[in-house]
């Protein structure tokens, strides 16, 4: 009988090492993480994306997200999720999918871990919105997670510091239990 993975989402603004800490994370407790799918997705594509697009990359979370949860693992990492693609539509199409808010809303989130915007923007060929966007959005994101009653935690420092104090506030908020060194 397995029991139910706590899921701990890694999200916040673009350039806050989502990535970099979802990887290292997992890799420390050893236990999967869902890659980001977005910035793969819109790379391989030889146009601008479209709403379809992103409607695919919101589905695709949802079901490798649902994979992982088959498997039992204690706890899955999920390198951002779905409240940043619904800003997503907002943003870019002023419209956001009903399944999609349904999803968000019936999410098996246990908490959120938002990536301060300690860290510089750096940009890439996907990136969009450095700056005062990214700022903005930022706080977007926070105010979704609090209006949909979320638990969340925000993540500052660079490097080892930044995993260290991601790792705290995951035994702080009873996620995992403390690791000996």
């Known amino acids: 009988m397995h029991t139910k993975s706590k899921i701990v989402v890694i999200t916040g603004a673009e350039s806050t090492g989502k990535s970099a800490l979802s990887e290292c994370i997992s890799k420390r407790l050893g ?10 997705y819109v790379e391989n594509l030889n146009r601008p994306y479209n709403f379809g697009d992103i409607e695919t990359i919101a589905r695709e979370q949802v079901r490798q997200l649902s994979e992982l949860q088959k498997e039992g693992h204690s706890v899955i990492f999920a390198d951002t999720w779905l409240i940043i693609t619904k800003i997503w ?18 999410g098996p989130i246990d908490l959120f871990l938002v ?12 990136r969009e919105n450095g700056g005062d966007r990214r700022e903005y959005l930022q706080q977007c994101y926070i105010n979704e997670i609090e209006k949909l009653g979320f638990r969340y935690k925000t993540v ?12 705290g ?13």
């Open 31 to 40: 236990v999967p993480y869902l890659k980001e799918i977005a910035r793969e």
């Open 169 to 181: 506030i995951l035994v702080q908020e009873g996620i995992i239990k403390p690791i000996k060194p």
């Open 115 to 126: 990536c301060d915007i300690d860290l510089p923007w750096v940009p890439d060929p996907v």
């Open 156 to 167: 500052s420092g660079e490097n080892e510091t930044r995993v260290n104090n991601a790792i």
């Open 89 to 106: 539509f907002k943003e870019v199409y002023n419209h956001v999918p009903e399944w999609l808010e349904t999803e968000i809303k019936k």
